[in-house]
Protein backbone atom coordinates (compact mmCIF):
# COMPACT_ATOMS: atom_id res chain seq x y z
CA UNK A 1 0.00 0.00 0.00
CA UNK A 2 2.64 2.26 0.74
CA UNK A 3 4.73 1.64 -2.58
CA UNK A 4 1.54 2.59 -4.52
CA UNK A 5 1.26 5.68 -2.02
CA UNK A 6 4.51 6.91 -3.33
CA UNK A 7 4.05 5.77 -6.76
CA UNK A 8 0.78 8.04 -7.01
CA UNK A 9 2.84 10.67 -5.41
CA UNK A 10 5.35 10.68 -7.73
CA UNK A 11 3.30 10.56 -10.59
CA UNK A 12 0.40 13.38 -9.10
CA UNK A 13 3.95 15.49 -8.71
CA UNK A 14 5.16 14.62 -11.93
CA UNK A 15 2.06 15.76 -14.29
CA UNK A 16 1.38 18.88 -11.97
CA UNK A 17 4.87 20.04 -12.77
CA UNK A 18 3.42 20.32 -16.56
CA UNK A 19 0.74 22.62 -14.94
CA UNK A 20 2.00 25.02 -13.09
CA UNK A 21 6.05 26.31 -12.79
CA UNK A 22 7.80 23.85 -10.50
CA UNK A 23 8.81 26.66 -8.31
CA UNK A 24 4.80 28.08 -7.53
CA UNK A 25 3.96 24.40 -6.92
CA UNK A 26 6.79 23.93 -4.74
CA UNK A 27 5.46 26.64 -2.99
CA UNK A 28 1.59 25.71 -2.88
CA UNK A 29 2.94 22.52 -1.01
CA UNK A 30 4.84 24.32 1.67
CA UNK A 31 1.65 26.39 2.18
CA UNK A 32 -0.86 23.34 2.33
CA UNK A 33 1.59 22.00 4.76
CA UNK A 34 2.68 19.28 2.10
CA UNK A 35 6.15 19.50 2.71
CA UNK A 36 7.56 16.40 1.59
CA UNK A 37 6.02 16.72 -1.46
CA UNK A 38 7.55 20.76 -1.43
CA UNK A 39 10.89 19.03 -0.82
CA UNK A 40 10.72 16.60 -3.71
CA UNK A 41 10.76 19.68 -5.95
CA UNK A 42 12.73 22.11 -4.21
CA UNK A 43 15.45 19.23 -4.49
CA UNK A 44 14.97 19.47 -8.11
CA UNK A 45 15.02 22.73 -8.70
CA UNK A 46 18.54 23.10 -6.20
CA UNK A 47 19.85 20.83 -9.06
CA UNK A 48 19.83 23.22 -11.42
CA UNK A 49 20.89 26.49 -9.24
CA UNK A 50 22.57 25.08 -6.11
CA UNK A 51 23.88 28.51 -4.55
CA UNK A 52 20.05 29.34 -4.45
CA UNK A 53 20.15 31.28 -0.99
CA UNK A 54 15.59 31.18 -1.31
CA UNK A 55 15.59 27.44 -2.58
CA UNK A 56 18.26 26.49 0.25
CA UNK A 57 15.75 28.44 2.55
CA UNK A 58 13.14 26.36 1.50
CA UNK A 59 14.24 23.21 1.79
CA UNK A 60 15.20 24.54 5.33
CA UNK A 61 12.32 25.21 6.73
CA UNK A 62 10.25 22.47 4.99
CA UNK A 63 12.39 20.45 7.32
CA UNK A 64 11.96 22.37 9.77
CA UNK A 65 8.80 22.03 9.77
CA UNK A 66 8.96 17.84 9.83
CA UNK A 67 11.23 18.27 13.13
CA UNK A 68 14.21 16.73 10.84
CA UNK A 69 16.32 19.29 12.46
CA UNK A 70 20.05 18.18 11.64
CA UNK A 71 18.71 18.07 7.68
CA UNK A 72 17.14 21.68 8.27
CA UNK A 73 20.52 23.06 9.91
CA UNK A 74 22.03 22.57 6.64
CA UNK A 75 20.08 23.85 4.01
CA UNK A 76 19.87 26.95 5.76
CA UNK A 77 23.07 27.76 7.08
CA UNK A 78 23.38 27.29 2.97
CA UNK A 79 21.17 30.18 2.59
CA UNK A 80 22.59 32.20 5.11
CA UNK A 81 26.13 31.72 3.61
CA UNK A 82 24.29 33.19 0.24
CA UNK A 83 22.11 35.93 2.05
CA UNK A 84 23.44 37.06 5.78
CA UNK A 85 21.11 39.04 6.90
CA UNK A 86 17.67 37.07 7.22
CA UNK A 87 17.44 37.69 11.18
CA UNK A 88 14.15 35.67 10.64
CA UNK A 89 15.60 33.06 9.27
CA UNK A 90 18.50 33.28 11.66
CA UNK A 91 16.36 32.46 14.71
CA UNK A 92 14.83 29.57 13.17
CA UNK A 93 18.45 28.56 12.57
CA UNK A 94 19.66 28.82 15.88
CA UNK A 95 16.29 26.91 17.15
CA UNK A 96 16.91 24.41 14.47
CA UNK A 97 20.19 23.69 16.02
CA UNK A 98 19.17 23.78 19.69
CA UNK A 99 16.88 21.14 18.83
CA UNK A 100 19.08 19.30 16.91
CA UNK A 101 21.33 18.93 20.39
CA UNK A 102 24.05 21.81 19.05
CA UNK A 103 23.87 24.24 21.90
CA UNK A 104 27.30 25.73 21.57
CA UNK A 105 26.75 26.49 18.39
CA UNK A 106 22.86 27.66 19.09
CA UNK A 107 24.09 29.90 22.22
CA UNK A 108 26.57 31.85 19.31
CA UNK A 109 23.91 32.21 17.11
CA UNK A 110 21.50 33.78 19.46
CA UNK A 111 24.17 36.05 21.00
CA UNK A 112 24.80 37.43 17.61
CA UNK A 113 21.21 37.80 16.78
CA UNK A 114 20.89 39.83 20.13
CA UNK A 115 23.46 41.91 18.96
CA UNK A 116 22.34 42.43 15.51
CA UNK A 117 18.92 43.34 16.36
CA UNK A 118 18.39 43.71 20.22
CA UNK A 119 15.65 40.93 20.35
CA UNK A 120 15.67 40.37 24.52
CA UNK A 121 13.52 37.32 23.85
CA UNK A 122 16.19 35.40 22.48
CA UNK A 123 17.57 35.64 26.00
CA UNK A 124 15.64 32.77 27.03
CA UNK A 125 16.52 30.69 23.81
CA UNK A 126 20.60 30.94 25.52
CA UNK A 127 19.03 30.26 28.92
CA UNK A 128 17.56 26.83 27.95
CA UNK A 129 20.73 26.16 25.59
CA UNK A 130 22.92 26.67 28.58
CA UNK A 131 20.94 24.34 31.20
CA UNK A 132 20.86 21.73 28.64
CA UNK A 133 24.76 21.87 28.68
CA UNK A 134 24.16 21.66 32.71
CA UNK A 135 25.83 25.44 33.18
CA UNK A 136 23.65 26.71 35.65
CA UNK A 137 25.04 29.92 36.13
CA UNK A 138 25.21 31.49 32.52
CA UNK A 139 21.57 29.33 32.33
CA UNK A 140 19.93 30.91 34.68
CA UNK A 141 21.57 34.44 34.81
CA UNK A 142 20.37 34.58 31.31
CA UNK A 143 16.79 33.60 32.62
CA UNK A 144 16.90 36.51 35.25
CA UNK A 145 18.20 39.14 33.22
CA UNK A 146 15.27 37.93 30.78
CA UNK A 147 12.73 38.39 33.87
CA UNK A 148 13.84 41.85 33.20
CA UNK A 149 12.33 42.48 29.98
CA UNK A 150 8.86 40.22 30.64
CA UNK A 151 6.28 40.64 33.03
CA UNK A 152 3.50 38.75 31.24
CA UNK A 153 2.65 35.98 33.48
CA UNK A 154 1.54 32.96 30.92
CA UNK A 155 4.95 33.31 29.23
CA UNK A 156 6.80 33.43 32.75
CA UNK A 157 4.96 30.75 34.25
CA UNK A 158 5.49 29.06 30.39
CA UNK A 159 9.07 28.94 30.61
CA UNK A 160 9.55 28.21 34.43
CA UNK A 161 8.01 24.98 33.63
CA UNK A 162 10.65 24.15 30.54
CA UNK A 163 13.36 25.31 32.89
CA UNK A 164 11.85 23.36 35.89
CA UNK A 165 11.28 20.09 33.60
CA UNK A 166 15.36 20.56 32.38
CA UNK A 167 16.81 21.11 36.03
CA UNK A 168 14.86 17.98 36.92
CA UNK A 169 17.05 15.54 34.99
CA UNK A 170 20.09 16.70 37.05
CA UNK A 171 21.34 14.57 39.92
CA UNK A 172 19.56 15.68 42.90
CA UNK A 173 22.99 17.08 44.68
CA UNK A 174 24.11 18.79 41.41
CA UNK A 175 23.85 22.76 41.32
CA UNK A 176 21.89 22.75 45.11
CA UNK A 177 22.31 26.67 45.33
CA UNK A 178 21.24 27.78 41.61
CA UNK A 179 18.32 25.28 41.59
CA UNK A 180 17.21 26.75 45.44
CA UNK A 181 17.81 30.12 44.30
CA UNK A 182 15.69 29.94 40.85
CA UNK A 183 13.09 28.04 42.75
CA UNK A 184 13.04 30.61 45.81
CA UNK A 185 12.50 33.23 43.56
CA UNK A 186 9.12 31.69 41.32
CA UNK A 187 7.61 30.94 45.38
CA UNK A 188 8.24 34.54 46.14
CA UNK A 189 6.23 35.86 43.11
CA UNK A 190 3.80 32.75 43.29
CA UNK A 191 3.42 32.09 46.82
CA UNK A 192 1.76 28.84 45.47
CA UNK A 193 2.50 25.61 47.27
CA UNK A 194 3.63 23.52 44.18
CA UNK A 195 6.75 26.19 44.11
CA UNK A 196 6.94 25.91 47.74
CA UNK A 197 7.19 22.29 47.71
CA UNK A 198 9.66 22.93 44.27
CA UNK A 199 11.87 25.18 46.62
CA UNK A 200 11.95 22.28 49.96
CA UNK A 201 12.84 19.71 47.57
CA UNK A 202 15.93 21.58 45.76
CA UNK A 203 16.91 23.34 49.41
CA UNK A 204 17.18 19.95 51.22
CA UNK A 205 20.80 19.09 49.63
CA UNK A 206 21.77 22.60 51.22
CA UNK A 207 21.88 21.35 54.74
CA UNK A 208 20.92 24.56 55.71
CA UNK A 209 19.27 23.85 59.27
CA UNK A 210 16.96 27.31 59.79
CA UNK A 211 16.03 27.27 55.95
CA UNK A 212 14.85 24.04 55.88
CA UNK A 213 12.88 24.85 59.59
CA UNK A 214 11.45 27.48 58.28
CA UNK A 215 9.80 25.93 54.72
CA UNK A 216 8.57 23.04 56.93
CA UNK A 217 6.70 24.88 59.24
CA UNK A 218 5.00 26.55 56.36
CA UNK A 219 4.58 23.20 54.62
CA UNK A 220 2.99 21.38 58.05
CA UNK A 221 1.00 24.33 58.28
CA UNK A 222 -0.14 24.71 54.47
CA UNK A 223 -0.59 21.05 53.94
CA UNK A 224 -1.36 19.46 56.89
CA UNK A 225 0.36 16.89 55.29
CA UNK A 226 1.86 14.10 57.65
CA UNK A 227 4.91 13.39 55.28
CA UNK A 228 5.77 17.33 55.90
CA UNK A 229 5.08 16.20 60.41
CA UNK A 230 7.53 13.50 59.52
CA UNK A 231 10.52 15.16 57.51
CA UNK A 232 10.08 17.98 60.47
CA UNK A 233 10.13 15.81 62.46
CA UNK A 234 13.58 13.81 61.00
CA UNK A 235 15.02 17.38 60.71
CA UNK A 236 14.60 17.87 64.61
CA UNK A 237 16.35 14.33 65.70
CA UNK A 238 19.19 15.30 63.40
CA UNK A 239 19.89 18.49 65.25
CA UNK A 240 19.35 17.28 68.09
CA UNK A 241 15.95 19.05 68.93
CA UNK A 242 14.32 16.43 70.38
CA UNK A 243 11.39 18.38 72.44
CA UNK A 244 10.43 19.60 69.11
CA UNK A 245 10.72 16.13 67.44
CA UNK A 246 8.16 14.60 69.90
CA UNK A 247 5.85 17.35 69.06
CA UNK A 248 5.91 16.88 65.75
CA UNK A 249 5.76 13.54 65.76
CA UNK A 250 2.73 13.04 67.95
CA UNK A 251 0.98 15.64 65.65
CA UNK A 252 1.79 13.43 62.89
CA UNK A 253 0.58 10.27 64.90
CA UNK A 254 -2.57 12.47 65.75
CA UNK A 255 -3.43 13.62 61.90
CA UNK A 256 -3.07 9.56 60.71
CA UNK A 257 -2.32 6.71 63.26
CA UNK A 258 -1.98 4.00 61.02
CA UNK A 259 1.17 5.14 59.77
CA UNK A 260 4.45 3.51 60.34
CA UNK A 261 6.56 6.04 59.51
CA UNK A 262 6.08 7.18 63.08
CA UNK A 263 7.33 3.89 64.18
CA UNK A 264 10.64 4.62 62.55
CA UNK A 265 10.73 8.50 64.01
CA UNK A 266 10.02 7.24 67.71
CA UNK A 267 12.65 4.43 67.22
CA UNK A 268 15.43 7.15 66.01
CA UNK A 269 14.33 9.51 69.11
CA UNK A 270 14.60 6.87 71.63
CA UNK A 271 18.23 5.82 69.72
CA UNK A 272 19.37 9.45 69.90
CA UNK A 273 18.58 9.40 73.61
CA UNK A 274 20.51 6.78 74.19
CA UNK A 275 17.33 4.51 75.21
CA UNK A 276 18.39 1.75 73.25
CA UNK A 277 16.33 -1.36 74.74
CA UNK A 278 12.73 0.68 73.33
CA UNK A 279 14.52 1.97 70.23
CA UNK A 280 15.44 -1.59 69.36
CA UNK A 281 11.80 -2.60 70.47
CA UNK A 282 10.63 0.32 67.58
CA UNK A 283 12.75 -0.83 65.23
CA UNK A 284 11.44 -4.79 65.21
CA UNK A 285 8.03 -3.19 65.18
CA UNK A 286 8.77 -1.42 62.01
CA UNK A 287 10.27 -4.58 60.38
CA UNK A 288 7.60 -6.63 61.66
CA UNK A 289 5.36 -3.80 60.19
CA UNK A 290 6.58 -3.77 56.62
CA UNK A 291 8.59 -0.96 56.93
CA UNK A 292 12.03 -0.51 55.30
CA UNK A 293 15.04 2.07 56.07
CA UNK A 294 18.86 1.89 54.78
CA UNK A 295 20.03 2.02 58.23
CA UNK A 296 17.75 -1.04 59.99
CA UNK A 297 20.91 -3.13 60.34
CA UNK A 298 23.18 -0.77 61.65
CA UNK A 299 20.77 1.00 63.87
CA UNK A 300 19.82 -2.31 65.42
CA UNK A 301 23.60 -3.63 65.34
CA UNK A 302 24.29 -0.67 67.62
CA UNK A 303 21.37 -1.38 70.20
CA UNK A 304 22.46 -4.47 70.55
CA UNK A 305 26.29 -3.76 70.78
CA UNK A 306 24.81 -0.87 73.78
CA UNK A 307 22.66 -3.81 74.87
CA UNK A 308 26.18 -6.07 75.40
CA UNK A 309 24.42 -8.67 73.29
CA UNK A 310 27.49 -8.50 70.84
CA UNK A 311 26.77 -11.90 68.33
CA UNK A 312 23.67 -10.41 67.86
CA UNK A 313 25.39 -7.28 66.82
CA UNK A 314 27.98 -8.46 64.63
CA UNK A 315 25.30 -10.58 62.45
CA UNK A 316 23.80 -7.59 61.54
CA UNK A 317 26.21 -5.08 61.25
CA UNK A 318 28.49 -7.60 58.65
CA UNK A 319 25.77 -8.21 57.26
CA UNK A 320 25.04 -4.07 56.71
CA UNK A 321 28.22 -3.46 55.55
CA UNK A 322 28.43 -6.32 53.26
CA UNK A 323 25.76 -4.20 51.74
CA UNK A 324 27.46 -1.08 52.61
CA UNK A 325 31.58 -1.16 52.31
CA UNK A 326 32.04 2.70 52.18
CA UNK A 327 30.59 2.76 55.64
CA UNK A 328 33.47 3.13 58.00
CA UNK A 329 31.05 3.12 61.33
CA UNK A 330 29.76 -0.13 60.93
CA UNK A 331 33.36 -1.26 60.42
CA UNK A 332 34.96 0.34 63.73
CA UNK A 333 31.72 -0.89 65.11
CA UNK A 334 32.63 -4.79 64.33
CA UNK A 335 36.15 -4.18 65.40
CA UNK A 336 34.69 -3.28 68.94
CA UNK A 337 32.51 -6.39 68.84
CA UNK A 338 35.04 -9.12 68.08
CA UNK A 339 37.69 -6.81 70.80
CA UNK A 340 35.21 -7.76 73.56
CA UNK A 341 34.65 -11.47 72.40
CA UNK A 342 38.97 -11.29 72.20
CA UNK A 343 38.50 -12.98 69.08
CA UNK A 344 42.06 -11.88 68.22
CA UNK A 345 42.44 -12.76 64.31
CA UNK A 346 39.24 -11.00 63.51
CA UNK A 347 40.72 -7.91 65.23
CA UNK A 348 43.76 -8.37 63.05
CA UNK A 349 42.03 -8.52 59.95
CA UNK A 350 39.78 -5.51 60.72
CA UNK A 351 42.66 -3.22 61.68
CA UNK A 352 43.93 -3.84 58.30
CA UNK A 353 40.35 -3.11 56.75
CA UNK A 354 39.96 -0.29 58.65
CA UNK A 355 43.92 1.03 57.59
CA UNK A 356 43.09 0.53 54.04
CA UNK A 357 40.28 2.29 54.07
CA UNK A 358 41.76 5.32 55.67
CA UNK A 359 44.53 4.64 53.18
CA UNK A 360 41.96 4.71 50.29
CA UNK A 361 39.80 7.87 51.31
CA UNK A 362 42.87 10.18 52.19
CA UNK A 363 44.70 9.65 48.99
Given at each position: ?9 I ?9 KS ?10 Q??Y ?52 E ?8 L?NA ?11 E????T?DK???I????A?L ?23 I ?8 S???Q?Y ?15 IY ?24 L???LLI ?14 T ?19 E ?5 Q?D ?24 F ?21 K ?14 A ?8 LR ?7 L????K?I ?7 W???K???
Amino acid sequence: MKKYLILFLILFVFFSCNRKSDFNLADDFFKQKKYEQAIIIYQKLLKNNPESDLINKKIGLSYYELSLFKEACLFIEKSLISNKFQPELKKIYGKALFNAKEYYKSIGIFYELIEETNDKNLLIDISLAYLNIKDLKNGLGKYNEWLLSFSDKDIRKEVRTQISNILQTYNKDFGCNEKSEFYKNIYEETKTTEDLINYYNTAVCLNDFPLLENLLLILTEKTKDVKYFNEITLLYIKNTKFDKAEEYVFQSEEINMNQIDTIYLRALLHYYNQRFDSALSYLNTFIEKGGTADNLDLLRGECYYQLKEYNKSIELLEKYYAANPKNLESLLRLRDNYAILKNEQKVIDLDYEIKWFYKKKYQ
